[in-house]
């Protein structure tokens, strides 16, 4: 299948699932921390959640490459190798549901990493301090899963894939605050081979 037919195959899948996500998620409570959220689902298994932009991320720091470079079809920044150079994807407060300003970065890298049978990632979730280690730790799981979910829509294979949670562990930031919490929410993609 050529990069433009399955740009237009997850396009279409991604408006489905827009269309029928849910809109009436509860945000948790202290007492609820013990559960972590659901992870989004796959077509077929109840529709996966769309996001917004992180509306606690810094202006300027919303997913931006440091140095304009070649783009890809898709309009997304990639580096000598054709791997998308936005390894960082933020999440908003208790969600594991992917924004839909990162979709096309996520599916370039899912287009290169299924394209190379040699590359294999490691989705490494975080979350910021708040709630029980146990709590950070599935909701870490989450958002590492649900970007595995778009790689993997885009041909990826499972066995070229590995997740990781953090937690609260690896924080981006030191501070105690909404600025930092939102920079420490995040799935980083990091290559392993290639």
């Not at 433009?4 to 899948?13: D, E, H, I, P």
Request: with cysteine.
């Amino acid at each position: 299948m050529n990069n433009t037919l399955k740009t237009l195959s997850l396009v279409s899948v991604l408006a489905l699932l827009s269309a029928c996500a849910s809109t009436d998620e509860a945000v948790l409570d202290d007492s609820q921390y013990g559960n972590a959220p659901a992870l989004p689902a796959l077509p077929g298994e109840g529709g996966a959640q769309v996001g917004t932009r992180n509306a606690g991320a810094i202006d300027g720091q919303e997913n931006m490459p440091g140095a304009e470079g070649v783009r890809n079809e898709m309009g997304v920044l990639v580096d000598e190798f054709g791997i998308p150079t936005d390894t960082v994807f933020y999440f908003d407060y208790d969600r594991a549901s992917i924004n839909a300003d990162d979709l096309n970065t996520l599916a370039s890298h899912g287009q290169y990493i299924a394209a190379s049978p040699n590359a294999r990632v490691r989705l490494e979730g975080h979350t910021d301090e708040r709630g029980t280690r146990e709590y950070n730790i599935a909701l870490g799981e989450n958002r590492a899963k649900a970007v595995a979910r778009i790689l993997m829509l885009q041909g990826v294979r499972p066995d070229q894939i590995a997740v990781v949670s953090m937690g609260e562990e690896e924080p981006a930031e030191d501070g105690h605050d909404e600025v930092s919490w939102s920079l420490n929410r995040r799935v980083q993609i990091v290559y392993e081979a290639r």
